[in-house]
Protein backbone atom coordinates (compact mmCIF):
# COMPACT_ATOMS: atom_id res chain seq x y z
CA UNK A 1 0.00 0.00 0.00
CA UNK A 2 1.58 3.59 -1.12
CA UNK A 3 2.35 5.65 1.89
CA UNK A 4 0.66 9.09 2.53
CA UNK A 5 1.87 12.04 1.66
CA UNK A 6 2.53 14.86 3.87
CA UNK A 7 4.07 18.17 3.71
CA UNK A 8 6.12 19.69 6.51
CA UNK A 9 5.99 23.56 6.63
CA UNK A 10 8.34 25.27 9.27
CA UNK A 11 11.15 27.51 9.38
CA UNK A 12 12.76 25.59 12.11
CA UNK A 13 15.33 23.01 10.18
CA UNK A 14 15.23 20.89 13.92
CA UNK A 15 11.24 20.93 13.94
CA UNK A 16 11.48 19.71 10.23
CA UNK A 17 13.53 16.84 11.34
CA UNK A 18 11.68 15.80 14.54
CA UNK A 19 8.45 15.56 12.75
CA UNK A 20 10.14 13.79 9.74
CA UNK A 21 11.38 10.59 12.24
CA UNK A 22 8.03 10.37 14.30
CA UNK A 23 6.04 10.85 10.80
CA UNK A 24 8.19 8.13 8.84
CA UNK A 25 8.06 5.93 12.31
CA UNK A 26 4.08 5.95 11.98
CA UNK A 27 3.99 5.15 8.27
CA UNK A 28 3.87 8.20 6.35
CA UNK A 29 6.24 9.49 3.47
CA UNK A 30 7.31 13.49 3.98
CA UNK A 31 8.17 16.56 1.59
CA UNK A 32 9.32 19.94 3.59
CA UNK A 33 10.32 23.37 3.03
CA UNK A 34 11.66 26.21 5.25
CA UNK A 35 10.00 28.50 2.80
CA UNK A 36 6.07 29.35 3.66
CA UNK A 37 5.94 31.82 0.08
CA UNK A 38 6.71 28.52 -1.41
CA UNK A 39 3.92 26.58 0.10
CA UNK A 40 1.82 27.16 -3.38
CA UNK A 41 4.24 25.90 -5.77
CA UNK A 42 4.96 23.01 -3.50
CA UNK A 43 1.53 21.48 -2.89
CA UNK A 44 1.16 22.05 -6.87
CA UNK A 45 4.84 20.10 -7.76
CA UNK A 46 4.19 17.09 -5.20
CA UNK A 47 1.37 14.75 -4.50
CA UNK A 48 0.83 15.97 -1.34
CA UNK A 49 -2.11 14.81 0.87
CA UNK A 50 -2.20 16.53 4.43
CA UNK A 51 0.16 19.56 5.13
CA UNK A 52 1.53 19.97 9.22
CA UNK A 53 2.17 24.35 8.55
CA UNK A 54 3.97 26.09 11.64
CA UNK A 55 2.08 29.04 12.81
CA UNK A 56 5.09 31.71 13.89
CA UNK A 57 7.49 31.86 11.06
CA UNK A 58 9.57 35.19 10.34
CA UNK A 59 9.55 35.54 6.77
CA UNK A 60 5.07 34.80 6.40
CA UNK A 61 2.87 33.95 9.25
CA UNK A 62 1.22 30.48 8.94
CA UNK A 63 -2.53 31.90 8.98
CA UNK A 64 -1.37 33.99 5.86
CA UNK A 65 0.24 30.55 4.44
CA UNK A 66 -3.34 28.56 5.23
CA UNK A 67 -5.19 32.17 3.79
CA UNK A 68 -3.64 31.48 0.29
CA UNK A 69 -3.63 28.05 0.28
CA UNK A 70 -7.64 28.06 0.91
CA UNK A 71 -7.85 30.80 -2.15
CA UNK A 72 -6.97 28.18 -4.58
CA UNK A 73 -10.06 25.65 -5.40
CA UNK A 74 -7.85 22.81 -5.77
CA UNK A 75 -6.26 22.90 -2.50
CA UNK A 76 -9.81 24.50 -0.50
CA UNK A 77 -10.38 21.02 0.80
CA UNK A 78 -6.69 19.72 1.92
CA UNK A 79 -6.17 18.81 5.61
CA UNK A 80 -4.10 21.57 7.08
CA UNK A 81 -2.74 21.43 10.73
CA UNK A 82 -1.89 24.18 12.24
CA UNK A 83 1.85 23.43 14.80
CA UNK A 84 2.48 26.06 17.52
CA UNK A 85 4.40 26.31 20.95
CA UNK A 86 3.52 30.49 21.13
CA UNK A 87 -0.05 30.52 20.41
CA UNK A 88 -1.81 27.62 22.84
CA UNK A 89 -4.48 28.87 24.12
CA UNK A 90 -8.56 28.37 23.45
CA UNK A 91 -9.42 31.75 21.92
CA UNK A 92 -5.88 31.03 19.53
CA UNK A 93 -7.63 27.39 18.80
CA UNK A 94 -10.74 29.03 17.52
CA UNK A 95 -8.75 31.68 15.46
CA UNK A 96 -6.47 28.89 13.89
CA UNK A 97 -10.43 27.03 12.94
CA UNK A 98 -11.57 30.54 11.80
CA UNK A 99 -9.02 30.80 8.89
CA UNK A 100 -9.58 27.22 7.52
CA UNK A 101 -7.34 25.27 9.29
CA UNK A 102 -8.63 21.40 9.53
CA UNK A 103 -6.71 20.59 13.39
CA UNK A 104 -4.57 22.35 15.88
CA UNK A 105 -1.28 20.54 17.67
CA UNK A 106 1.01 22.09 20.07
CA UNK A 107 4.81 21.86 20.60
CA UNK A 108 6.60 20.53 21.38
CA UNK A 109 5.10 17.44 19.76
CA UNK A 110 3.36 14.45 21.19
CA UNK A 111 3.82 11.53 18.83
CA UNK A 112 0.82 9.83 20.07
CA UNK A 113 -1.14 13.38 19.57
CA UNK A 114 0.56 13.65 16.27
CA UNK A 115 -0.50 10.39 15.41
CA UNK A 116 -4.25 10.97 16.41
CA UNK A 117 -4.29 14.55 14.43
CA UNK A 118 -3.26 13.27 11.25
CA UNK A 119 -5.59 9.86 11.50
CA UNK A 120 -9.02 12.40 12.30
CA UNK A 121 -7.99 14.74 9.38
CA UNK A 122 -7.37 11.57 6.98
CA UNK A 123 -10.94 10.43 8.58
CA UNK A 124 -12.53 13.77 8.20
CA UNK A 125 -11.13 14.31 4.36
CA UNK A 126 -13.21 10.98 3.79
CA UNK A 127 -16.50 12.13 5.60
CA UNK A 128 -16.31 15.30 3.65
CA UNK A 129 -15.76 13.49 0.45
CA UNK A 130 -18.64 10.99 1.26
CA UNK A 131 -20.83 13.64 2.07
CA UNK A 132 -19.81 15.40 -1.42
CA UNK A 133 -21.08 12.28 -3.06
CA UNK A 134 -23.57 11.82 -0.96
CA UNK A 135 -25.40 14.81 -2.10
CA UNK A 136 -24.12 14.62 -5.98
CA UNK A 137 -26.01 11.48 -6.04
CA UNK A 138 -28.83 12.91 -4.36
CA UNK A 139 -28.51 16.03 -7.05
CA UNK A 140 -28.34 13.79 -10.18
CA UNK A 141 -31.41 11.63 -8.70
CA UNK A 142 -33.25 14.79 -8.75
CA UNK A 143 -31.76 15.85 -12.24
CA UNK A 144 -33.03 12.24 -13.36
CA UNK A 145 -36.47 12.91 -12.08
CA UNK A 146 -36.28 16.03 -13.40
CA UNK A 147 -35.38 15.00 -17.02
CA UNK A 148 -38.18 12.22 -16.33
CA UNK A 149 -40.91 14.59 -15.51
CA UNK A 150 -39.80 17.38 -18.82
CA UNK A 151 -40.42 14.03 -21.40
CA UNK A 152 -43.67 13.05 -19.80
CA UNK A 153 -44.44 16.50 -20.16
CA UNK A 154 -43.10 16.76 -23.32
CA UNK A 155 -44.34 13.18 -24.44
CA UNK A 156 -48.09 15.06 -23.15
CA UNK A 157 -47.81 18.36 -25.21
CA UNK A 158 -46.67 16.27 -28.40
CA UNK A 159 -49.83 14.55 -28.00
CA UNK A 160 -52.06 17.31 -27.55
CA UNK A 161 -50.52 19.21 -30.45
CA UNK A 162 -51.29 16.06 -32.47
CA UNK A 163 -54.52 15.63 -31.43
CA UNK A 164 -55.17 19.64 -32.22
CA UNK A 165 -53.79 19.30 -35.13
CA UNK A 166 -55.52 15.79 -36.20
CA UNK A 167 -59.12 17.50 -35.11
CA UNK A 168 -58.29 20.82 -37.94
CA UNK A 169 -57.63 18.30 -40.57
CA UNK A 170 -60.64 15.61 -39.54
CA UNK A 171 -62.71 19.20 -39.32
CA UNK A 172 -61.61 19.63 -43.52
CA UNK A 173 -61.65 15.92 -44.29
CA UNK A 174 -65.08 15.63 -42.72
CA UNK A 175 -66.27 18.89 -45.15
CA UNK A 176 -64.42 17.67 -48.20
CA UNK A 177 -66.76 14.55 -47.68
CA UNK A 178 -69.87 16.20 -46.96
CA UNK A 179 -68.68 18.08 -50.52
CA UNK A 180 -68.62 15.71 -52.49
CA UNK A 181 -70.99 13.42 -51.05
CA UNK A 182 -73.53 16.64 -52.09
CA UNK A 183 -72.24 16.98 -55.06
CA UNK A 184 -72.84 13.01 -55.71
CA UNK A 185 -76.38 13.48 -54.95
CA UNK A 186 -77.65 16.48 -56.40
CA UNK A 187 -75.73 16.47 -59.27
CA UNK A 188 -76.00 12.73 -60.53
CA UNK A 189 -78.81 11.50 -62.96
CA UNK A 190 -81.25 10.23 -59.78
CA UNK A 191 -83.93 12.92 -59.45
CA UNK A 192 -84.93 13.73 -56.38
CA UNK A 193 -88.62 15.31 -55.66
CA UNK A 194 -88.75 18.66 -53.40
CA UNK A 195 -89.68 16.73 -50.34
CA UNK A 196 -86.72 14.61 -50.92
CA UNK A 197 -84.53 17.33 -51.44
CA UNK A 198 -85.20 18.91 -48.20
CA UNK A 199 -85.00 15.93 -46.08
CA UNK A 200 -81.49 15.29 -47.81
CA UNK A 201 -80.24 18.84 -47.08
CA UNK A 202 -81.61 18.54 -43.51
CA UNK A 203 -79.32 15.25 -43.01
CA UNK A 204 -76.64 16.97 -44.36
CA UNK A 205 -77.14 19.70 -41.92
CA UNK A 206 -77.64 17.83 -38.78
CA UNK A 207 -74.63 16.21 -39.47
CA UNK A 208 -72.22 18.85 -40.55
CA UNK A 209 -72.97 21.02 -37.57
CA UNK A 210 -72.57 18.05 -35.08
CA UNK A 211 -69.55 16.80 -36.78
CA UNK A 212 -68.35 20.30 -37.19
CA UNK A 213 -69.30 20.59 -33.30
CA UNK A 214 -67.31 17.95 -32.04
CA UNK A 215 -64.10 18.87 -34.08
CA UNK A 216 -63.75 21.82 -33.08
CA UNK A 217 -64.40 21.38 -29.48
CA UNK A 218 -61.61 19.38 -29.23
CA UNK A 219 -59.37 21.68 -30.98
CA UNK A 220 -60.40 24.36 -29.00
CA UNK A 221 -59.60 22.58 -25.97
CA UNK A 222 -56.26 21.62 -26.89
CA UNK A 223 -55.00 24.82 -28.45
CA UNK A 224 -55.91 26.68 -25.24
CA UNK A 225 -53.71 23.96 -23.17
CA UNK A 226 -50.78 24.44 -25.70
CA UNK A 227 -51.33 28.63 -25.92
CA UNK A 228 -53.04 29.41 -22.49
CA UNK A 229 -52.16 33.00 -22.97
CA UNK A 230 -53.00 33.18 -26.77
CA UNK A 231 -56.29 34.95 -27.13
CA UNK A 232 -56.28 37.31 -24.11
CA UNK A 233 -52.38 38.86 -25.69
CA UNK A 234 -54.18 38.95 -29.04
CA UNK A 235 -57.45 40.70 -27.31
CA UNK A 236 -54.52 42.65 -25.60
CA UNK A 237 -53.54 43.77 -29.10
CA UNK A 238 -56.89 44.72 -30.65
CA UNK A 239 -60.10 44.18 -27.85
CA UNK A 240 -62.23 44.68 -31.47
CA UNK A 241 -61.22 41.11 -32.67
CA UNK A 242 -64.52 39.00 -33.19
CA UNK A 243 -64.52 35.30 -31.81
CA UNK A 244 -64.43 34.24 -35.49
CA UNK A 245 -61.08 36.17 -36.04
CA UNK A 246 -59.68 34.59 -33.24
CA UNK A 247 -60.08 31.39 -34.51
CA UNK A 248 -58.88 32.00 -37.56
CA UNK A 249 -55.68 33.64 -35.95
CA UNK A 250 -55.53 30.30 -34.09
CA UNK A 251 -55.27 28.00 -37.37
CA UNK A 252 -52.74 30.53 -38.28
CA UNK A 253 -50.72 30.14 -35.50
CA UNK A 254 -50.12 26.19 -36.17
CA UNK A 255 -49.17 26.74 -39.56
CA UNK A 256 -52.72 26.31 -41.80
CA UNK A 257 -52.87 28.41 -44.90
CA UNK A 258 -55.85 30.63 -46.24
CA UNK A 259 -56.72 27.30 -48.62
CA UNK A 260 -57.28 24.87 -45.93
CA UNK A 261 -58.47 27.52 -43.41
CA UNK A 262 -61.29 28.34 -46.31
CA UNK A 263 -62.21 24.79 -45.68
CA UNK A 264 -62.58 24.55 -42.34
CA UNK A 265 -64.92 27.58 -42.27
CA UNK A 266 -67.00 26.42 -44.96
CA UNK A 267 -65.68 29.71 -46.77
CA UNK A 268 -63.89 30.75 -50.32
CA UNK A 269 -60.46 31.96 -50.59
CA UNK A 270 -61.88 35.46 -50.67
CA UNK A 271 -63.96 35.81 -47.63
CA UNK A 272 -60.93 34.49 -45.65
CA UNK A 273 -58.40 36.75 -47.24
CA UNK A 274 -60.92 39.91 -46.58
CA UNK A 275 -61.09 38.52 -42.85
CA UNK A 276 -56.90 38.17 -42.70
CA UNK A 277 -57.19 41.84 -43.80
CA UNK A 278 -59.46 42.88 -41.37
CA UNK A 279 -56.83 41.13 -38.78
CA UNK A 280 -53.85 42.70 -40.01
CA UNK A 281 -55.94 45.92 -39.65
CA UNK A 282 -56.78 45.68 -36.07
CA UNK A 283 -53.57 44.43 -34.97
CA UNK A 284 -51.40 46.52 -37.26
CA UNK A 285 -49.45 43.91 -39.55
CA UNK A 286 -48.28 44.80 -42.97
CA UNK A 287 -49.32 43.22 -45.71
CA UNK A 288 -45.72 42.28 -46.17
CA UNK A 289 -45.63 40.48 -42.70
CA UNK A 290 -45.99 36.84 -42.37
CA UNK A 291 -49.28 36.44 -40.59
CA UNK A 292 -48.11 32.88 -39.57
CA UNK A 293 -44.37 33.86 -38.29
CA UNK A 294 -46.05 36.74 -36.94
CA UNK A 295 -48.75 34.86 -34.33
CA UNK A 296 -45.99 32.82 -33.46
CA UNK A 297 -44.84 35.27 -30.80
CA UNK A 298 -48.20 35.06 -28.40
Not at 154 to 177: G, H, P, T, V, Y
Not at 243 to 257: D, K, N, P, V, Y
Amino acid sequence: MQMRQILIIDDDPAAIAVLELLLKRAGYSTYSSTKPQMAIETLTNFPVELVILDWQMPERDGMEVLKEIRSHPEFDTMPVIIATGVHTCSYDLKSALDFGATDYLRKPINELELEARIANAFRMVQYHKKTLNIALESKNKQLESTETKAKLLQSELDKKEREMIAAAINIIQNKKFISSLKFDLFESKIKFDIQQQRLLKQVFSKYDNMANSLNWELFEKRFVELNSNFYGCLLNESSSLTWGELRLCALFRIGFSLKEIAVLNYSNYDAVRKAVYRIRKKLGISEKTDINLYLQKY
